[in-house]
């Protein structure tokens, strides 16, 4: 089975001169709803290794929902559509129901709204100020306890809070991968027409594909510590003949998820571990089930919690 999982992100080179002031959890609380509160249009790019793409988001909050619309710049042209929780995505000249995204959010949205687990899990510092597409912003570094996570860096607009870069960062601080953004207009003067597709004349309607919450007696003996289960579904994949359990822990800021499934030995069902960016994915047969670990950690956590896999059965 093929996972296919846009994480967005950006990191310039941490310096050792670093601050080591704290920062508040209280002061972050901003930070975590600007994204869902804030009115914005703007350009950012992602890079990981020499890979370079160019997108560009529109954001309008109302009392009690959030539009949004991501759309690539480089290539063939995509697009994905969110309002209140549900996702769509553009495929073969048509928007179709993707489900709701469990588990970490996508930029800017990227902090969750419960910052007190953060804290159990990364030492918070003040790491100055700075200025991102034209914005002042307010830098700060996440850097993990363990080695079993990223370090993260985080650049966050000064007058309304919504986030303007991250940065991901392995044990020796080199790059992992990166966003940025080059371009960005912030308040209500966002237009709502740049919310419609340009690639289909109808907008997204109907519920986003069904999943299933279920107990699957599949249990991880050795989830990293401030890991928690936020979500365990039955759900159908594109190309699967099964419904696949699907599993999501999270830390605040990094995510992990297990895919459960059939072992149909298809050609892509091949043992092994891949990286793309702060992205690794690890594949591994476990009896008669192919199981999938998918997460922002490295490589020797992604082994640790799939290794520890177990039906606990029923």
């Given at each position: 089975?093929?996972?296919?999982?846009v994480?967005?992100?950006?990191?310039?080179?941490?310096?050792?001169?670093?601050?080591?002031?704290?920062?508040?959890?209280?002061?972050?609380?901003?930070?975590a709803?600007?994204s869902?509160?804030?009115?914005?249009?703007?350009?950012?790019?992602?890079?990981?290794?020499?890979?370079?793409?160019?997108s560009?988001i529109?954001?309008?909050a109302?009392?009690?929902?959030?539009?949004?619309?991501?759309?690539s710049?480089?290539?063939?042209?995509?697009?994905?559509?969110?309002?209140?929780?549900q996702?769509?995505?553009?495929?073969?000249?048509?928007?179709v129901?993707?489900?709701?995204?469990?588990?970490?959010?996508?930029?800017?949205?990227l902090?969750?709204?419960?910052?007190?687990?953060?804290?159990?899990?990364?030492e918070?510092?003040d790491a100055?100020?700075d200025?991102?597409a034209g914005?002042?912003?307010?830098?700060?570094l996440?850097?993990?306890?363990?080695n079993?996570?990223?370090?993260?860096?985080?650049?966050?607009h000064?007058?309304s809070?919504?986030?303007?870069?991250?940065?991901?960062?392995?044990?020796k601080?080199r790059?992992?991968e990166?966003?940025?953004f080059?371009?960005?207009?912030?308040?209500?003067?966002?237009?709502?027409?740049?919310?419609?597709?340009?690639?289909?004349?109808?907008?997204?309607?109907?519920?986003?594909?069904?999943s299933?919450?279920i107990?699957?007696?599949?249990?991880?003996?050795?989830?990293?510590a401030?890991?928690?289960?936020?979500?365990?579904?039955?759900?159908?994949?594109?190309?699967?003949?099964?419904?696949?359990?699907?599993?999501?822990?999270?830390?605040?800021?990094?995510a992990?998820?297990?895919?459960?499934?059939?072992?149909?030995?298809?050609?892509d069902?091949?043992?092994?571990?891949?990286?793309?960016?702060?992205?690794?994915?690890?594949?591994?047969?476990?009896?008669?089930?192919l199981?999938?670990?998918?997460?922002?950690?490295?490589?020797?956590?992604?082994?640790q919690v799939?290794?520890?896999a177990?039906?606990n059965?029923?």
């Open positions: 089975m093929r996972v296919s999982i994480i967005l992100s950006l990191l310039i080179w941490a310096s050792p001169a670093l601050a080591k002031t704290p920062v508040s959890i209280d002061w972050l609380k901003t930070m709803f600007a869902h509160q804030t009115d914005y249009t703007g350009v950012f790019v992602y890079q990981y290794a020499n890979h370079v793409e160019t560009r529109t954001h309008i109302e009392a009690d929902s959030e539009y949004e619309k991501l759309e710049l480089d290539g063939s042209r995509r697009e994905i559509i969110r309002h209140h929780g996702v769509w995505c553009f495929v073969n000249h048509k928007i129901p993707a489900g709701t995204r469990p588990g970490r959010n996508a930029f800017p949205a902090l969750p709204e419960q910052l007190s687990i953060l804290g159990e899990n990364y918070l510092r100055g100020t200025r991102v914005h002042n912003a307010q830098a700060i996440f850097q993990p306890k363990d079993l996570r990223y370090a993260h860096k985080i650049w966050v000064v007058d809070g919504l986030l303007l870069k991250a940065a991901v960062l392995d044990e601080a790059v992992v990166q966003y940025a080059t371009q960005l207009q912030i308040g209500r003067e966002v237009d709502r027409a740049a919310l419609k597709s340009q690639l289909v004349g109808l907008q997204p309607s109907g519920p986003a594909n069904q299933v919450n107990n699957s007696g599949w249990v991880i003996d050795a989830m990293p401030g890991f928690r289960k936020v979500t365990e579904i039955q759900r159908s994949m594109r190309r699967q003949h099964a419904p696949v359990i699907q599993i999501v822990f999270t830390d605040g800021l990094s992990v998820s297990l895919f459960i499934e059939p072992n149909d030995k298809d050609e069902d091949i043992e092994g571990l891949s990286t793309r960016g702060a992205i690794n994915l690890y594949q591994k047969l476990v009896g008669d089930k199981i999938t670990a998918v997460g922002e950690v490295p490589p020797r956590a992604l082994i799939l290794d520890s177990r039906y059965g029923k």
